[in-house]
């Protein structure tokens, strides 16, 4: 059931899992208990679940293997729980998903590398800023980006930040709610991820990490004329990188 996409997948899941502990705890027959690839399989369908409650169970989960054996808790497993949050689209999803990365990076800090974070553990928590309601996201999102840049810099491959990260901090710009400062704020931040991108060669560019550019500036800049100027230069760039598709000319001629 974890990997069927259905609906209601988690809680087929759950009621197998949870008859196996109850026969087990009835007749103590050691092949009815289930070990830590079950609660894992289950915390997978949470993650895939896109349900409100996704986020609380999967960590759930993750605590219940810990106790269970410590040692198999791992990047993968710390992973999926984080897109659990993203998924749920809570408003203090982002904050939740930061809080399990705090948690991989202590265990890192402690010699478990099986927990380390990776880019997509690093791009899943800013997901999770990006379609909150936190205003704050732009700022989070950057934040978290630019540690990423950072320590990629410094010579840690496994944070390389790819253009769907990027792309992800972009769509926090993009879709903030705040006042004017606030807007004017997510335009400056979009403008300095644009520019950590093209300086440091991090990866190609996508048509949709333009769009979602343009998103920023339809959606952030006030003025007219500003806008109109923001989107002419966006659009060159896109023309030079050979990205222009049909998603771009539709969204130029709304």
């Known amino acids: 059931w974890s990997k069927s996409g259905s609906p209601n997948a988690p809680d087929r899941a759950q009621a197998i899992l949870e008859r196996a502990e109850k026969e087990y705890r009835e007749t103590g027959d050691e092949q009815l208990k289930p070990d830590t690839v079950c609660y894992g399989s289950l915390l997978s369908a949470w993650a895939s679940s896109r349900r409100k409650e996704g986020g609380e169970r999967a960590t759930a989960l993750l605590e219940k293997i810990k106790n269970i054996d410590e040692s198999?808790?791992?990047?993968?497993?710390?992973?999926n729980a984080i897109?659990?949050?993203?998924?749920?689209r809570k408003r203090d999803a982002g904050e939740k998903a930061e809080e399990l990365l705090h948690a991989m990076k202590r265990r890192t800090l402690a010699g478990d590398l099986k927990c380390k974070p990776?880019?997509?553990?690093?791009?899943?928590?800013?997901?999770?800023?990006?379609t909150s309601s936190d205003p704050r996201k732009p700022r989070k999102a950057w934040a978290l980006l630019k540690e990423m840049?950072?320590?990629?810099?410094?010579?840690?491959?496994?944070?390389?930040p790819n253009v769907i990260t990027?792309?992800?901090?972009?769509?926090?710009?993009a879709f903030v709610r705040g006042s004017e400062q606030d807007r004017k704020d997510s335009v400056r931040i979009a403008l300095m991820v644009l520019k950590e991108f093209n300086d440091n060669g991090y990866d190609q560019p996508s048509s949709i990490m333009y769009r979602?550019?343009?998103?920023?500036?339809?959606?952030?800049?006030?003025?007219?004329?500003?806008?109109?100027?923001?989107?002419?230069?966006?659009?060159?760039?896109?023309?030079?990188?050979?990205?222009?598709?049909?998603?771009i000319i539709e969204f130029l001629q709304e």
């Open 149 to 160: 840049c950072a320590g990629y810099l410094e010579g840690d491959l496994d944070i390389k």
């Open 118 to 130: 990776d880019t997509i553990a690093y791009t899943s928590v800013i997901q999770a800023f990006a």
């Open 83 to 88: 897109v659990a949050h993203w998924r749920s």
């Open 72 to 79: 198999c808790l791992s990047t993968v497993l710390f992973t």
């Open 166 to 173: 990027f792309t992800a901090v972009l769509n926090a710009c």
């Open 212 to 247: 979602t550019l343009f998103n920023v500036f339809a959606r952030q800049v006030s003025d007219q004329q500003e806008r109109a100027k923001f989107i002419a230069a966006t659009f060159q760039r896109c023309c030079e990188a050979g990205q222009v598709d049909n998603s």
